[in-house]
């Protein structure tokens, strides 16, 4: 069973990849400041229990964490703490965290994390070069349990050989969705996955985006059908081939 949990809302734009951000196109659509961080009323989701004294979230979900906002945003430094008390209590869930801040991870981090809490990934985007040169080689020096690479939306041409040893459980690549999506090329896609195949990581082409280039062709892809296109592809790698 998958789980959002979503402690705060709101987030700022950091970089290329934040241009087109689905948490600020639904806001708007509602009037609200997607710039204002707030708590939720989920806050304390993962610990809250049923009238017979059981967790509400079964032992066992997967619960993706803060996806309308970024779990290491500065207006969260005060609360941060209080989540990952929750994170480590309920150690029967996996926490499925996604961040273009990983240069903050140390901000707030729980005296007992060591080499990682194993109930918890923490994902590392990279949208273009600029920013995998920045924030890969901080992300391979810290003590993570669980490790991906998320390259989404991917922009252009990303060499990620430096980055891909045996830490990196998975790579995830996926194109831009949203009216005013940028291209995505499958060429792109391809050397991404041709470098996982050379270093033997996961990698899982994940979607097309709205606007899909190939073969020097620029396709237009509903939103309900970028999933599915991407999978037809047929590219994903288990690294272990």
Not at 102 to 119: A, C, E, Q
Not at 139 to 160: D, G, Q, R, T
Not at 206 to 211: N, S, V
């Amino acid at each position: 069973m998958d789980i959002s949990w979503n402690p705060w809302h709101g987030c700022h734009k950091l970089s290329a990849g934040c241009q087109n951000c689905y948490v600020y196109r639904t806001d708007a659509k509602y009037g609200k400041n997607s710039n204002e961080v707030k708590q939720t009323g989920d806050y304390n989701l993962p610990i809250k229990k049923a009238r017979n004294g059981d967790y509400k979230i079964k032992a066992g979900a997967i619960v993706y964490t803060c996806f309308t906002s970024d779990f290491f945003v500065e207006d969260a430094d005060l609360w941060r703490g209080d989540v990952w008390r929750m994170i480590r209590t309920r150690s029967d869930l996996t926490f499925f965290i996604i961040t273009k801040r990983i240069d903050r991870f140390y901000v707030s981090l729980p005296p007992d994390w060591g080499t990682g809490y194993d109930n918890v990934v923490i994902c590392c985007t990279a949208e273009n070069q600029s920013m995998a040169d920045f924030r890969l080689p901080i992300y391979k020096k810290l003590p993570i349990a669980h490790k991906m690479i998320i390259c989404s939306p991917l922009l252009e041409s990303i060499n990620l050989m430096p980055y891909l040893d045996h830490t990196i459980e998975k790579v995830t690549v996926g194109g831009e969705s949203g009216s005013n999506a940028r291209i995505c090329d499958y060429e792109w896609v391809l050397d991404i996955h041709d470098q996982c195949v050379k270093k033997r990581v996961t990698f899982w082409f994940q979607q097309t985006g709205a606007r899909f280039r190939k073969a020097n062709k620029i396709y237009s892809i509903e939103r309900k059908l970028q999933h599915s296109q991407a999978k037809k592809a047929n590219i994903n790698f288990d690294g272990t081939k």
